[in-house]
């Protein structure tokens, strides 16, 4: 293929995209290095027909100017499941329509290059793990805790794929017989405890109970997600407080059972609630410390080096060894 050839004699660039359920990102990559970045807030309505077309926006804002016989492919990080190896997304429970949906052959006919789909979290312990707080290890979880969970994980110096690229889907390990739904369909799954949307669940009930409180008053002028109630946390207000607490909690207690069935060196935590890990971390730590055997007391949670980038490191890393094989 012509791609292919000129990309052996020009440096390595890839555009790397990743899917969420709060915003589509991409990047132009020069290996793990970005160069331009660009954002939109995911489509939901549109469905998949106008994610795609966000796909082909943003992949034109930040190649403008670049050659794409320089650009090796794509690489799609995707919440799932996802089938990696058809390139099929399988079904997204944070984002409604996407079943079934073969990704990577619509997206590559739209834009003319190869596209390589990833798990999220996958391609995000990828990024983390070769460029960023994983570096240099041999077992590490990665953990993202956002719209939903998810996980990647290394072991014995290998990235864990599994049955069609679905290793690791942490989020939906049960910690209770009876507990919130969660959007998968099951009942009391980490990620239904545990996730940014669930804390905002909670955050709502909470201001509705007290209107004179932080969260009544806050949720008078505008909506609540976990964002305030960190704010509400960092300003002194007792119920964000608890809130927070709870949630450094749950996160322990989901964690404890990663590092049971992983044994990893250490637990990297990415997504949007590690911006505030500093208020989470003695909690989550606590917990560890108190219901992790003995061997795993140790094993530490650190937050993510590479921050929002996390994702789009690990795709770009993973299209430039794909488009190498």
Partial sequence: MPWRGRFEMTIAKTIAIDLGGTQVRAALCEGPRILVRASKKTDLAGGPTDIVKQFESLIDEVSAGADRGDIAGVGLSSAGPVDTELGIVLGIPTIPGWENIPICTLLSNRVGLPVHLEN????????????????????????????????????????????????????????????PRCKCGAVACFEAFASGTALAERARAAGEADPAGFLGLTLKNKSIGALQVFEGAREGDPQCRLLVDQEAAYLGQGITSIIHAFSPEQVVLGGGLSHSFDL?????????????????????VVPSMLGDNSGLVGAATMALERAGS
């Fill in 280 to 300: 989470l971390e003695a909690g989550i730590h606590a917990v560890i410390a108190a219901d992790a055997m003995a061997p795993f007391k140790q094993v530490r």
């Fill in 120 to 179: 999220d979290a996958i391609a995000a312990a990828l990024g983390e793990w070769r460029h960023g707080a994983g570096q240099g290890l041999q077992n590490m979880v990665y953990l993202t805790v956002s719209t939903g969970i998810g996980g990647g994980a290394v072991v014995d110096g290998r990235l864990l794929h599994g049955r069609k690229g679905m290793a690791a889907h942490v989020g939906h390990m049960r910690l209770a017989q009876e507990g």
